[in-house]
C-alpha cells in the first residue's frame, strides 16, 4: 500500500523535431506542457515558441525546428498526468497570423525514449458565409485558449478539419513511482501514434 504522502517525479526532455503541412511555408510553433491539478512544476517551462522556418527543400518537405522540451514535475498520483499542447502558426495571403493547426498527446506513461507523430487539426467555420467573412477580414477561427484542445469538455460540438502532423521525441524519466505504489515497465524505444 501506497504512503499518502508519496511523491514521485517525472522528467521529460526531448525536442519537437518536425511538421509536415503540404500546403504553407513559414511556420513556428508554440508548445505548452499541461498537467492537472495535482502536479506541480519542479524545474523547465511550461510554454514556449519556436523560430519561423521554411519547408526542405527534398522530397519530405519538412518543417524542421528541433525545439527543447524540458519539463521535471513532481506529484502524488496519476490524475493529470502531462500533455503536450502544440499549436502551429503561420501568415496568411494578407501578411496576417493565423493558426495552422492544433494538437495535442498524452506524453508516455512507461519511462524510456518515445517518438510520437501528433495529427494537428483546425477549427472551422460552419457555414459558407462565414468561410468567406473570416477569410475576407482575417478572423479566422481559432480557440481561445490553446489549452483547450487538451480537454475533453466542450470539444464535442467543435467543428475541425484534419491538417498537417508533428513529430516528437522525448525521453521519459521518473523517480519513486514503485513508492508511491505504481509499477511500470521500462521501454528502451517506443513509437507513438499513427
Avoid at 66 to 75: A, D, Q, R, Y
Avoid at 113 to 130: C, D, W
Avoid at 145 to 174: H, L, W, Y
Wanted: charged share 20%.
Amino acid at each position: 500500500m501506497a504512503d499518502a504522502t508519496s511523491v514521485f517525479l517525472l522528467l521529460i526532455n526531448g525536442q519537437v523535431e518536425s511538421a509536415q503541412f503540404p500546403l504553407y511555408d513559414d511556420l513556428y510553433c508554440r508548445m505548452t506542457v499541461v498537467y492537472g491539478s495535482d502536479w506541480l512544476l519542479v524545474s523547465g517551462l511550461e510554454e514556449g515558441t519556436s523560430q519561423i522556418t521554411k519547408k526542405t527543400k527534398d522530397e519530405h518537405q519538412k518543417f524542421v525546428w528541433n525545439f527543447p522540451i524540458e519539463v521535471t514535475l513532481k506529484s502524488t498520483n496519476m490524475h493529470g498526468w502531462p500533455r503536450l499542447v502544440i499549436s502551429v502558426y503561420g501568415l496568411d495571403d494578407f501578411g496576417r497570423d493565423v493558426v495552422r493547426g492544433y494538437g495535442c498527446a498524452l506524453f508516455p506513461l512507461i519511462p524510456g525514449h518515445h517518438t510520437m507523430e501528433i495529427p494537428m487539426f483546425v477549427p472551422e467555420s460552419t457555414s459558407l458565409l462565414q468561410k468567406f467573412s473570416s477569410w475576407l477580414l482575417g478572423t479566422r477561427p481559432e480557440f481561445v485558449d490553446p489549452k483547450f484542445v487538451a480537454q475533453s469538455e466542450g470539444r464535442e460540438v467543435t467543428r475541425v478539419r484534419s491538417q498537417g502532423s508533428v513529430t516528437i521525441s522525448c525521453n521519459i524519466m521518473s523517480k519513486d513511482l514503485t513508492k508511491a505504489g505504481y509499477s511500470v515497465k521500462s521501454s528502451s524505444e517506443q513509437k507513438v501514434g499513427p
